[in-house]
C-alpha cells in the first residue's frame, strides 16, 4: 500500500511539474488582454507551463484551450470538433488500424500556420492520442504514459 501511495504521490507530482493551475489573478494584464481581444470568455481556466499561459474556456459548447507566450502573442489554439469533421482520410486510417478503439475525443489545433487534429482512442487499459497532418499522415501517437512526460 506505501509503494502504491508513493508511486501515486510521484506521478502527481511529475504531471504538476508540466503545467500548474494557476488564479486569473496571477494571469498578468497583457496575457488576459490579448485573450479577452480574441475571445469573448469569462469563465477561463488558466495554467503556466514554462514561460507560456494556457487558456482553457468553453464558448458555444465548444472547448477552447489557447496557449499564449509571455508577451501575449497566441501559439496554439486547440478545439474541440465533432468526429465527422475530422479529414476523410483521418476516419480512412481509424477504420483501418483503429477499428477496435472507440474515439474518445478529437480536436483542431492551429499551431505556427498550420493545422494537425488530435484523436484520443481507447480500448480497454489502451489509451492513445494520435496526431495528424490535414492529409491523414500520422505524425505522432503518444500514450497516456508518454504524454505524462512531455
Do not use: C
Request: net charge negative.
Amino acid at each position: 500500500m506505501k509503494t502504491i501511495l508513493v508511486a501515486l504521490a510521484m506521478v502527481l507530482a511529475i504531471s504538476q511539474g508540466n503545467a500548474q493551475k494557476i488564479s486569473t489573478k496571477d494571469v498578468p494584464v497583457n496575457i488576459k488582454s490579448s485573450l479577452e481581444k480574441n475571445y469573448a470568455v469569462r469563465d477561463v481556466d488558466w495554467s503556466k507551463e514554462g514561460a507560456n499561459y494556457e487558456a482553457s474556456f468553453e464558448q458555444k459548447g465548444t472547448e477552447i484551450s489557447v496557449v499564449l507566450d509571455g508577451t501575449g502573442s497566441i501559439l496554439e489554439i486547440e478545439r474541440e470538433i465533432k468526429k465527422s469533421e475530422l479529414p476523410s482520410a483521418i476516419h480512412d486510417l481509424l477504420k483501418k488500424d483503429y477499428v477496435a478503439f472507440e474515439i474518445e475525443e478529437t480536436a483542431k489545433i492551429e499551431s505556427k500556420g498550420e493545422i494537425t487534429y488530435e484523436v484520443e482512442v481507447e480500448k480497454g487499459k489502451q489509451n492513445f492520442d494520435l496526431i495528424f497532418d490535414v492529409n491523414g499522415k500520422l505524425l505522432k501517437k503518444l500514450s497516456k504514459e508518454d504524454e505524462e512526460k512531455e
